[in-house]
């Protein structure tokens, strides 16, 4: 039996995946604070006053109660059964000079036992959340459930060293592609994917897929949206880099504000223009500022005007 479609009072977006902490360590020294890619585009949704709960995985530690206040505190509603760990999960981050970060993970990925009672107008999912075991087929199951009721959008997020093989894991991202609506991958997600195409080409393959619309995105040569109809590219919003942590996060963050503030006109070229614009601001404002730290509604409001 499917959940229901959303009720009057509950969250527009459910976010599902994982939510762990980021140890940073830089020439500055160490600083932990809480991350994972679907954590921070829950967190990044309630920044811009959408309401959002989250499904996930973290423990009844200090580091998931670190995370629970992050995540609460921004008025993000955790969903029950989302603190069923013994111990949460870390990231340890290394900062380049340049900002760029490489990971490292201590993780596990595992739902409870428990699945949302209703559909959203967007569930979202994406990064380990959705390649590892064996919390990735429960994640895969909700999308099968709220396929063709709720608008779905992924982003695949590639951590290579937590994937096993490239045919391993583009398999799962195929099977999960025909279950989303929209895609939103970095360019470097798609050089790893599918290493002997071209951005556009990939998009065009995920397209065929089964996917209404893909996002590629490029840094600092912006991003590239495709639709079965339309490919636009939408401009970098030029800004000064203190580290990428969290850019990709928030840039999906005001793409799903953009789609459910769309209007009637489905994917028209303005319509897609706006939403990346958006999109690109949100990020541009996050790369501008240490760590995770997404834009507020007011702060992209402005930057966009």
């Given at each position: 039996?499917?959940?229901?479609?959303?009720?009057?009072?509950?969250?527009?977006?459910?976010?599902?995946?994982?939510?762990?902490?980021?140890?940073?360590?830089?020439?500055?020294?160490?600083?932990?604070?809480?991350?994972?890619?679907?954590?921070?585009?829950?967190?990044?949704?309630?920044?811009?006053?959408?309401?959002?709960?989250?499904?996930?995985?973290?423990?009844?530690?200090?580091?998931?109660?670190?995370?629970?206040?992050?995540?609460?505190?921004?008025?993000?509603?955790?969903?029950?059964?989302?603190?069923?760990?013994?111990?949460?999960?870390?990231?340890?981050?290394?900062?380049?000079?340049?900002?760029?970060?490489?990971?490292?993970?201590?993780?596990?990925?595992?739902?409870?036992?428990?699945?949302?009672?209703?559909?959203?107008?967007?569930?979202?999912?994406?990064?380990?959340?959705?390649?590892?075991?064996?919390?990735?087929?429960?994640?895969?199951?909700?999308?099968?459930?709220?396929?063709?009721?709720?608008?779905?959008?992924?982003?695949?997020?590639?951590?290579?060293?937590?994937?096993?093989?490239?045919?391993?894991?583009?398999?799962?991202?195929?099977?999960?592609?025909?279950?989303?609506?929209?895609?939103?991958?970095?360019?470097?997600?798609?050089?790893?994917?599918y290493p002997h195409k071209t951005?556009?080409?990939?998009?065009?393959?995920?397209?065929?897929?089964?996917?209404?619309?893909?996002?590629?995105?490029?840094?600092?040569?912006?991003?590239?949206?495709?639709?079965?109809?339309?490919?636009?590219?939408?401009?970098?919003?030029?800004?000064?880099?203190?580290?990428?942590?969290?850019?990709?996060?928030?840039?999906m963050a005001a793409f799903i504000?953009?789609?459910?503030?769309?209007?009637?006109?489905?994917?028209?070229?303005?319509?897609?223009?706006?939403?990346?614009?958006?999109?690109?601001?949100?990020?541009?404002?996050?790369?501008?500022?240490?760590?995770?730290?997404?834009?507020?509604?007011?702060?992209?409001?402005?930057?966009?005007?």
């Amino acid at each position: 039996m499917k959940p229901s479609a959303a009720a009057p009072g509950t969250p527009d977006v459910i976010v599902v995946g994982e939510a762990l902490i980021d140890v940073v360590l830089s020439g500055n020294g160490e600083v932990e604070h809480p991350g994972g890619s679907p954590a921070n585009v829950a967190y990044g949704l309630a920044r811009l006053d959408v309401s959002t709960g989250f499904l996930t995985a973290i423990g009844q530690d200090d580091r998931g109660n670190a995370i629970r206040a992050h995540l609460t505190g921004a008025g993000v509603e955790l969903l029950p059964g989302s603190q069923s760990m013994t111990a949460t999960s870390t990231a340890t981050a290394t900062l380049a000079n340049d900002g760029s970060a490489s990971y490292s993970f201590d993780l596990t990925w595992q739902l409870a036992s428990v699945t949302p009672t209703y559909l959203p107008k967007v569930l979202h999912t994406g990064s380990i959340a959705s390649f590892l075991a064996p919390g990735a087929a429960q994640v895969k199951s909700i999308l099968q459930h709220g396929a063709g009721i709720s608008t779905v959008t992924y982003d695949p997020n590639i951590r290579p060293d937590l994937l096993g093989s490239h045919h391993e894991a583009l398999t799962i991202f195929e099977d999960l592609v025909p279950l989303t609506n929209v895609v939103k991958l970095s360019d470097e997600d798609a050089a790893w994917l599918y290493p002997h195409k071209t951005p556009e080409e990939t998009g065009r393959r995920i397209l065929h897929l089964g996917a209404g619309l893909v996002a590629v995105t490029r840094g600092g040569e912006g991003s590239l949206l495709l639709t079965a109809d339309t490919e636009i590219s939408i401009p970098a919003v030029k800004s000064v880099v203190a580290d990428t942590i969290g850019a990709g996060d928030s840039y999906m963050a005001a793409f799903i504000l953009g789609l459910l503030t769309r209007g009637t006109d489905g994917w028209a070229p303005p319509v897609l223009e706006q939403i990346g614009q958006m999109a690109s601001m949100a990020a541009a404002i996050t790369v501008h500022r240490p760590g995770a730290n997404p834009p507020s509604s007011s702060e992209l409001s402005e930057g966009l005007n």
